[in-house]
Nanobody, 121 residues
Framework: QVRLVESGGGSVQSGGSLRLSCAASGFGHSSLAMGWFRQPPGKQREAVAAPNSDGSTSYADSVKGRFTISRDIAKGTLYLQMNTLKPEDTAMYYC???????????????WGQGTQVTVSS
């Protein structure tokens, strides 16, 4: 079965960096597209770095230039490098795996348990 396990969250001060990891298993890594989402306290889950059907990645405007997604297929791991963190980046971060529906929209349907990121000012 598909399993996604996030790690690497923690508490950092504003301006700091963290690298999140997502260990994926149970599927061929070319068969599902993967991305990162987050849910700030009291808010809805939002896409941070979502895959596009052409192989590119769309980043949320709020993280462009600061966050970078990468993937080590040999290790079955997805990463999110987060630099210059801000208090508004505080959220539970989730790794997702999914596919593209007929109109090209990314549809995640497997989720990890999440890893908490807290950024203090």
């Amino acid at each position: 079965q598909v399993r996604l396990v996030e790690s690497g969250g923690g508490s950092v001060q504003s301006g700091g960096s963290l690298r999140l990891s997502c260990a994926a298993s149970g599927f061929g890594h070319s068969s599902l597209a993967m991305g990162w989402f987050r849910q700030p306290p009291g808010k809805q889950r939002e896409a941070v770095a979502a895959p596009n059907s052409d192989g590119s990645t769309s980043y949320a405007d709020s993280v462009k230039g600061r966050f970078t997604i990468s993937r080590d297929i040999a290790k079955g791991t997805l990463y999110l490098q987060m630099n210059t963190l801000k208090p508004e980046d505080t959220a539970m971060y989730y790794c997702a795996a999914g596919a593209f529906i007929s109109d090209g929209t990314y549809s995640p349907f497997y989720w990890g348990q999440g890893t908490q990121v807290t950024v203090s000012s």
